[in-house]
């Protein structure tokens, strides 16, 4: 079973347009992770929050993380065609041991 | 250095039969963890060897199992397939001393059950 939702589903916007993804999970987590995965192929390790952190950045990424709401956003700024893939987030939980709890996903798409 | 990699890529099997999926993770990770991608259930937990032991189970029947050898390379087996156990099945290795950090996945294998 999946640990939460992301939201939305799908996603398309234009290039250099900003996109925005948000994931909620159900328990208490040590970090929360972000991955992208292009059209049926493997995973990519995008980002990595612990949960004491509360804003992250790498390159054209921004995450947040919320514990009192059990939520995270992830940020893509001035999005390219080559960003279009599914995201997920993933939480590694202080109970689960070393496994990740996946969300759904977002489709995003960006048209050039 | 060398990603971890998936053998095979595609797999097509009958009902009833069974498979053999291998994974070799990154050089020097000792974790090896299975996932299965479906369209219905998502990215689900399947499990994790460390150093040759299970240390990690998802909620899979019995026909899926798995094991790891010295060399850190692991192996997924299911048996008495099911057209439901037509997925994608991803591997991903984590070192030790690497917290903070994310898991490398391989490519995955596509299995087709008809």
């Known amino acids: 079973s999946q640990q939460g939702e992301e939201d939305p589903q799908a996603l398309s916007i234009q290039e250099g347009e900003n996109a925005t993804m948000n994931c909620s999970y159900k328990?208490?987590?040590?970090?929360l992770q972000w991955y992208r995965q292009n059209s049926g192929r493997g995973l990519v390790h995008l980002i990595l929050i612990r949960s004491n952190e509360r804003e992250k950045h790498s390159g054209r990424l921004r995450v947040t993380l919320d514990t009192s709401k059990k939520s995270s956003s992830l940020l893509i700024t001035a999005s390219r065609a080559a960003d279009t893939a599914s995201y997920f987030c993933a939480t590694d939980g202080e109970t689960s041991g070393s496994r990740l709890t996946f969300g759904e996903g977002t489709q995003l798409t960006v048209n050039p | 250095k060398a990603g971890v990699t998936q053998t095979p890529r595609y797999l097509i099997k009958t009902r009833g039969q069974q498979v053999t999926l291998s994974c070799s993770p990154i050089s020097g990770h000792r974790s090896v963890s299975w996932y299965q991608q479906t369209p219905g259930q998502g990215l689900q937990f399947l499990f994790e060897?460390?150093?040759?032991?299970?240390?990690n189970k998802g909620n899979f029947p019995g026909r899926f199992s798995g094991r790891q050898f010295s060399n850190s390379r692991s192996e997924m087996n299911v048996s008495t397939l099911e057209l439901g156990d037509s997925a994608l099945y991803l591997c991903?290795?984590?070192?030790?001393?690497?917290?903070?950090?994310?898991?490398?996945f391989g490519s995955g294998t596509r299995l087709t059950v008809v």
């Open positions: 060897y460390f150093s040759e032991t299970q240390r």
């Open positions: 991903a290795s984590k070192g030790t001393g690497t917290t903070g950090y994310g898991y490398t």
């Open positions: 328990t208490s987590i040590n970090n």
